[in-house]
């Protein structure tokens, strides 16, 4: 078990696999966990990832983050390929699943918790001694499948309807579910509020029966790695505080936007960028 700085009370606490993502500049630390952590800790929360972590690269990343960490023969491996068609993404190796067990006392009564999985490595609920006043779902990781060449695509999530009732939200997007507009709406008819994130065209809204769009800023794309998982934290946090899935939306929007216009994490919005979305989503 890994803990990189003394255990205070969080008040976000995010389980999922940190992974290494190989790039044509070597490999570099990824995950949802990792994008979803470091915007936690720009809006101001004091922040925890429960993970699994093979310890190849430092996790000086993520800065002053505590990090709890099964050990792992290897972490979580992801390669993406440019294709014409889109990206084509191999699973290179799948560190241990988590178990809720390694959560510390400390970090047991965050506010904020947030299922983060990338290859199902946690289960999708959360056992009866950790109650969050919000359970965040990412459900990426449930959502997809590797063949034995670790070739990975989109499948159906199987614990879906067991899952979403009890989580307060869920957001993911319409790749992970490669587009099925059959699958959104059965999703979406067992879940208290749903977004479904679209790249540059925004995203959809589904609460209470209503669905509504929400457009993206217009910026130059450098690399969209992680917008999605940073687009949860930020909606995460600021329903939250707001009550107001709507408003949680425009700033998530705003926040997803800045973080396409640089490569990897440091595409997360800087605290001062985090201000600056604030003033726009009120203004």
């Given at each position: 078990?890994?803990?990189?700085?003394?255990?205070?009370?969080?008040?976000?606490?995010?389980?999922?696999?940190?992974?290494?993502?190989?790039?044509?500049?070597?490999?570099?630390?990824?995950?949802?966990?990792?994008?979803?952590?470091?915007t936690a800790?720009?809006?101001?929360?004091?922040?925890?990832?429960?993970t699994?972590?093979?310890g190849?690269?430092?996790?000086?990343?993520?800065?002053?983050?505590?990090?709890?960490?099964?050990?792992?023969?290897?972490?979580?491996?992801?390669?993406?390929?440019s294709?014409?068609?889109?990206?084509?993404q191999?699973?290179?190796?799948?560190?241990?699943?988590?178990?809720?067990?390694?959560t510390?006392?400390?970090?047991?009564?965050?506010?904020?918790?947030?299922?983060?999985?990338?290859?199902?490595?946690?289960?999708?609920?959360?056992p009866?001694n950790?109650?969050?006043?919000?359970?965040?779902?990412?459900?990426?990781?449930?959502?997809?499948?590797?063949?034995?060449?670790?070739?990975?695509?989109?499948?159906?999530?199987?614990?879906a309807?067991?899952?979403?009732?009890?989580?307060s939200?869920?957001?993911?997007?319409l790749?992970?579910?490669?587009g099925?507009?059959?699958?959104?709406?059965?999703?979406?008819?067992?879940?208290?509020?749903m977004?479904?994130?679209?790249?540059?065209?925004?995203?959809?809204?589904?609460?209470h029966?209503?669905?509504?769009?929400?457009?993206?800023?217009?910026?130059?794309?450098?690399?969209a790695?992680?917008?999605?998982?940073i687009?949860a934290?930020?909606?995460?946090?600021?329903?939250t505080?707001?009550?107001?899935?709507?408003?949680?939306?425009?700033?998530?929007?705003?926040?997803?936007?800045?973080?396409?216009?640089?490569?990897?994490?440091?595409?997360?919005p800087?605290?001062?960028?985090?201000?600056?979305?604030?003033?726009?989503?009120?203004s």
């Amino acid at each position: 078990m890994l803990n990189l700085a003394p255990l205070e009370p969080v008040d976000y606490l995010v389980f999922g696999h940190l992974t290494l993502d190989q790039t044509p500049q070597g490999a570099v630390l990824g995950g949802s966990a990792a994008y979803a952590a470091l915007t936690a800790a720009a809006l101001g929360l004091r922040v925890g990832v429960v993970t699994a972590w093979g310890g190849e690269i430092p996790l000086t990343a993520l800065g002053k983050i505590p990090v709890i960490a099964a050990p792992a023969e290897s972490s979580t491996t992801f390669e993406n390929i440019s294709a014409s068609g889109g990206r084509i993404q191999f699973l290179r190796a799948r560190a241990p699943e988590i178990n809720f067990l390694l959560t510390p006392e400390a970090w047991r009564r965050a506010k904020i918790m947030h299922l983060a999985p990338v290859a199902a490595e946690v289960a999708p609920i959360l056992p009866e001694n950790l109650r969050p006043t919000l359970l965040g779902l990412t459900p990426q990781g449930w959502m997809r499948a590797w063949d034995a060449s670790g070739r990975v695509r989109p499948c159906a999530w199987q614990a879906a309807e067991s899952a979403l009732p009890a989580a307060s939200a869920v957001v993911f997007s319409l790749e992970d579910v490669g587009g099925d507009e059959e699958q959104i709406e059965a999703l979406a008819h067992f879940s208290r509020l749903m977004v479904v994130t679209e790249g540059a065209a925004g995203c959809r809204v589904f609460w209470h029966g209503d669905s509504r769009r929400f457009r993206a800023p217009t910026v130059r794309e450098v690399d969209a790695t992680g917008a999605g998982d940073i687009f949860a934290a930020a909606f995460f946090i600021r329903l939250t505080q707001t009550r107001d899935p709507w408003e949680a939306a425009r700033f998530a929007s705003q926040a997803a936007a800045i973080s396409v216009t640089r490569p990897g994490l440091q595409g997360v919005p800087t605290p001062a960028e985090i201000q600056r979305c604030l003033v726009e989503v009120i203004s």
